[in-house]
């Protein structure tokens, strides 16, 4: 247990996979964490698993997070504010002007309230997807509105901190002008993409690897969030489909005279474009990758090996975060990458090397 | 060992990716494999890692397997059949049309080659990211001429069956429009999706989640090799890229006015045509969870729980093929996914339970 720097109670209203995650990651810092949802039994599950506790009438919470889905944030986050009128209110919304503007119209005291968007998730939902480490070393970006106090902003600022992640404070049309292209058009594309796979011959759609995996597996978001989610935000996302549309008619027209004099530039070009921008990505890897340091152990193809190796580290007393086994049943070698904390990790390295064990790259 | 369908020698031609994973699962099976490569370091490199053994001037090899650039394909096979009149040909580029008419004008012997497909790859390439398993229950397009023999047919499709791979035949050109869908789209719209990137501020960037980082990885791909693709395919690829445009401008139309009555419905159905599409796409978990039984262990989250669970699968003599950790910091309860072989399944859960493990979904 570390220090956190909240304290008092916090409210969590909507247990799903942001809710939960974010009560495992302050319970386990020692807060006092209440967990509030609709469905009784999505608040239980969330319970048991750790997330928190049941709320009480004489709960008084300092700060409350509101993880429920955009089109009832609003009001969620209006309601709350009136019924704690000591609280600050942060909610965890993708979409973040428009939230403001209809709080506005609520006439909600927007000195109290902070709209914040954890940039994080995962492709499961639900309280059983939580992770406490989900936020970890993650954006988390702070949208205040001019009328709120300082405090209240900090306030946030120090709920993200105890999550681990980073606060980045922008303002609410900044905020959504960049999640417009990091997450908004990326949405749009994958759908568009895997809606071409409605007109295919099943055989053919039987040859799909990876690539078309990766690049449709968002397509499989809820329509109804995302219906939302789209039209909150649909002028800042059309002008990067535009321009998108415009290279994309430059290549189909390179593509219907192949040999033209320099067709095959224009295709090049394109090609070395998309290697420079998934090259602006930061932490291509992943983000467990990021989060931690990966240590990779040689270990040889015989049964009994992966036993001993986490045999030894739990007796080194070091701590996997996670674990990843990379197995060729025909190679002589397997090779194990272990991510433990980044102060761990040479620690590790000395004990595994005095023990015989070879390690990696 | 078991048993291979293949006898005599088999020459692998280009020690990258395929060639060596190719290697490495018939050297597995008994095979008698040389590995050929056009630099040393490559051949010793998957020599070492299990691949096979080097080439001597008295082989006789039965198959010949080229897995060299598309480019160099042709003449590399038609090299392959001169070289040795008695063998069969294959290959494994990744379009097939434009490789059996070079290979026409080179005049080679095509009652001697079959051109093939495997529908496996990794992002990393290499000999060390070679694995036996990586066609395992993967398609193997054989898409033969109507020259080639039928005994020449068979073999190949032996090879692919010694892999654990599926063969599928198809015309060259039936095959080319297929990947046109499932490979060289998703690569386009991937590539035109990440050079978006260039054109923005890098703290906007810096939000980018797990979303755009699965969209964009295949803009990552070498772009010499793409333009050689692209181009060899532009006639499959075109009528697609096409068509993905029509749908783009009329969401694009939509998002230019989402107060106007229809607007919502378009970009919702926009939005349901993509999860019907991407759930056309046969086990979309990825080829690991497709291939070997997936069983899911609960583990307490205290010391040592990992390494005792691995002893007593190592007591109960069940081989682990891959092993994924999904272990919040947070919660009370880590999962562990453990991958089996679909036939110990049964035995490895009963085992488990009886010594008071908790089986998940």
């Known amino acids: 247990m570390t220090s956190s720097r909240l304290n008092g109670t916090v409210r969590i209203v909507g247990a799903g996979l942001l809710g939960t995650s974010i009560g495992l990651a302050l319970s386990k810092k020692g807060v006092d964490v209440v967990v509030d949802d609709l469905s009784p039994a999505n608040q239980r599950l969330a319970i048991e698993y750790g997330a928190g506790r049941k709320p009480a009438p004489t709960d008084e919470p300092k700060l409350i997070v509101v ?65 406490a480490d989900l936020f970890f070393t993650r954006p988390w970006v702070i949208a205040a509105d001019v009328q709120a106090n300082s405090s209240a902003v900090q306030l946030v600022e120090s709920l993200s901190l105890d999550l681990g992640a980073t606060p980045i404070r922008m303002d609410a049309s900044a905020h959504d002008r960049a999640v417009a292209m990091v997450s908004h058009v990326p949405q749009v594309v994958s759908t568009l993409l895997a809606a071409r796979l409605n007109e295919v011959a099943p055989e053919d759609v039987g040859l799909a690897g990876q690539g078309l995996r990766d690049t449709t597996r968002i397509a499989a978001s809820d329509p109804a969030l995302w219906v939302q989610i789209l039209s909150a935000n649909a002028e800042q996302i059309r002008p990067i489909l535009e321009a998108f549309n415009k290279d994309l008619e430059n290549l189909v027209s390179a593509l219907a005279d192949v040999d033209a ?38 270990i040889d193809d015989k049964p009994g090996q992966m036993a001993r190796l986490l045999t030894e580290i739990g007796e080194v007393g070091v701590n996997l975060e996670d674990l990843k086994l990379e197995h060729s049943p025909g190679a002589q070698i397997g090779l194990t ?22 390690i990696a790259g």
Chains 1, 2 share one sequence.
């Open 261 to 298: 004099g320099g067709s095959l530039s224009v295709i090049g070009d394109a090609l070395k474009r998309g290697n420079s921008g998934v090259a602006q990505i930061p932490g291509k890897h992943g983000s467990r990758a990021q989060n931690y340091s990966r240590v990779v152990v040689m």
């Open 67 to 131: 993880c429920v889905p955009p089109d009832v944030t609003a009001r969620t986050v209006a309601a709350e504010l009136s019924a704690h009128p000591n609280a600050v209110v942060t909610d965890v919304a993708s979409v973040k002007l428009e939230i403001a503007k209809a709080l506005a119209v609520l006439g909600a005291d927007l000195s109290r309230y902070v709209g914040s968007h954890p940039m994080a998730g995962r492709e499961r939902g639900g309280a059983l997807a939580g992770r």
């Open 337 to 358: 990458e272990l991510f433990v904390l980044p102060e761990v990790e040479g620690k590790l390295i000395n004990a595994l090397t005095e023990r015989g064990w070879r």
